[in-house]
């Protein structure tokens, strides 16, 4: 099992910006995919951005050219740096690991919450 932790949330203006790290248990396996997700307030959660072992890095249109998200695998942290951040951008922020193999397997932090005022 794979323990995430997240943190860094927190109110911010809009136009501001929060830094969120995930740290992993343990070590992560090498084919992996490391994710944040967000749930807005009545809405189902989706995708901010996504990071393969491999170095690929996927976006939400949404957060293309504001967020940013990076990893260090030898502390098995992913990081999600988010600018110029705006009022839809208020939910719970999920930590998301999938580990590619047989079988696949997949872990979720418990959420950190990210208030952005007007």
């Not at 997240?6 to 929060?18: H, I, K, N």
């Not at 740290?23 to 944040?36: L, Q």
């Not at 189902?44 to 504001?66: F, I, P």
Request: net charge positive.
């Amino acid at each position: 099992q794979v323990q995430l932790v997240e943190s860094g949330g927190g109110l911010v203006q809009a136009g501001g910006s929060l830094s969120l790290s995930c740290v992993a248990s343990r070590s992560i396996p090498s084919f992996n995919v490391m994710a944040w997700y967000y749930q807005a307030p009545g809405k189902q959660r989706e995708l901010v951005a996504s990071s393969t072992n491999g170095g690929r890095t996927n976006y939400a249109d949404s957060v293309k050219g504001r967020f940013t998200i990076s990893r260090d695998n030898v502390k098995s942290t992913v990081y999600l740096q988010m600018n110029t951040l705006k009022p839809e951008d208020t939910g719970i922020y999920y930590c998301f690991v999938k580990v590619l193999g047989l079988p696949v397997r997949e872990y979720w932090g418990q959420g950190t919450r990210v208030t952005v005022s007007s």
